[in-house]
């Protein structure tokens, strides 16, 4: 299967280069540390089995990005059964993980649940909507093209986010924000 | 919203993965993925030899036998037999053999608002689906199966079986084009691969 040393050398280069910016990608969709490591983990895994056609690709980056999405989509999905936005055992579970580790993390804990359990109010898609609108700086035409979804798609999920987005992190931007 | 970039910023820029344990798990999961898709590869290449030589041997004439949706092929393959790269969808199907013939009889519906927009139609039985989202029907099978059904327009199908991280994953079913469309199948936890076998094999394309 040829997995040379070289081959590695590359790979770990890479993710040292794009980790964190596609880890904080995979937290703001899970809202949670573990889940976001283990999403991270499985796109990387998934750029590695394909790592000598990735790495000449154009955009590395990019692939690894859309693979990201779509793995999380499909592991929400999958997992949808019976499963309310905002209501789901994992995101229980969030809140309780982050109320621990923020208070150990961060100077200001509450505000960092309250984005996180906001965006966990949305659906999946939505989510990744606004993540790749808002944090991956992505076009509307880029966006329907990571997400399998057509344009007009994009802008109804976007604007539908928004406004259930909007009432639940007013009060973390004294400016106002939207 | 343009300040919803700068909370998300704000949010997680202090968060910082184990990129140490990041590389040694990916690497260690990654080899599994090529283990399984090389393992994979060898059983669907050797049951599709074995295949194409009891078909020409049997069939003379160079009648083809082929079902409305089959998982995709990344192309056809020639009435010689010519074999063609093989999508993980064919090496799922030639490792599970059996899966067509657990075919159930009878008509399931599409029901719903957008239902005149779907391109196909269900007839298995026990199974019916929601409302159209978009190009996504979400169906129920009658032990709590539930698979999601997404048409797409052919333009995109040499795009989508190209990529490893969507027409070869591995549960996931591609059809082959059918006038201005193709389908892909996913199940859930729930749905075997026979039980999508099956939808898959159940779809019946309108007039496009």
């Not at chain 1, 209501?87 to 993390?105: K, M």
């Amino acid at each position: 299967m040829g997995n040379t040393a070289p081959e590695q050398g590359e790979f770990a280069s890479f993710v040292h280069t794009t980790g964190a910016q596609l880890y904080r990608t995979a937290l703001l969709l899970t809202g949670d540390h573990h889940l976001a490591e283990d999403l991270t983990q499985t796109t990387y895994a998934k750029v590695f089995a394909s790592w000598r056609r990735v790495h000449r690709a154009d955009n590395p980056v990019g692939y690894a990005r859309t693979i990201l999405l779509n793995t999380f989509l499909s592991h929400r999905r999958l997992r949808r059964s019976g499963e309310q936005p905002g209501r789901a055992a994992d995101v229980t579970e969030t809140l309780t993980d982050f109320a621990i580790d923020g208070a150990a993390n961060d100077a200001d804990p509450s505000t960092r649940v309250d984005l996180l359990a906001a965006l966990a109010r949305l659906s999946p898609t939505d989510r990744a909507v606004l993540v790749a609108r808002y944090w991956e700086d992505r076009s509307i035409a880029e966006t329907a093209a990571d997400l399998g979804v057509s344009q007009s798609a994009v802008r109804t999920r976007s604007k539908r986010a928004l406004e259930r987005l909007r009432p639940l992190v007013l009060h973390l931007s004294p400016e106002g924000i939207m | 919203m343009n300040d919803l970039s700068t909370l998300m910023r704000s949010r997680v820029e202090s968060e910082h993965p184990d990129l140490a344990a990041l590389v040694s798990g990916s690497i260690r999961r990654g080899r599994r993925i090529r283990r399984v898709r090389y393992a994979g590869a060898g059983l669907a290449t050797a049951a599709v030899v074995v295949g194409v030589g009891v078909g020409v041997a049997a069939l003379p004439g160079g009648h083809t036998s082929a079902t409305e949706l089959q998982p995709a092929t990344g192309g056809p393959q020639s009435a010689s037999g010519t074999l063609r790269p093989m999508t993980r969808a064919q090496q799922l199907k030639a490792v599970f053999p059996g899966a067509a013939a657990q075919r159930s009889h009878g008509t399931g519906t599409v029901r719903g608002k957008g239902s005149a927009a779907v391109p196909f139609s269900i007839e298995l039985h026990g199974w019916s689906c929601g409302a159209a989202m978009d190009d996504k029907l979400t169906c129920a099978g009658p032990k709590g199966e539930s698979a999601e059904i997404v048409w797409r327009p052919t333009s995109s199908y040499q795009e989508w079986t190209g990529d490893p991280d969507k027409g070869g994953t591995i549960g996931v079913l591609t059809s082959t084009p059918h006038g201005h469309w193709f389908v892909t199948l996913q199940g859930d936890a729930a749905t075997s691969l026979h039980d999508l076998h099956a939808l898959a094999d159940s779809l019946v394309w309108k007039r496009s």
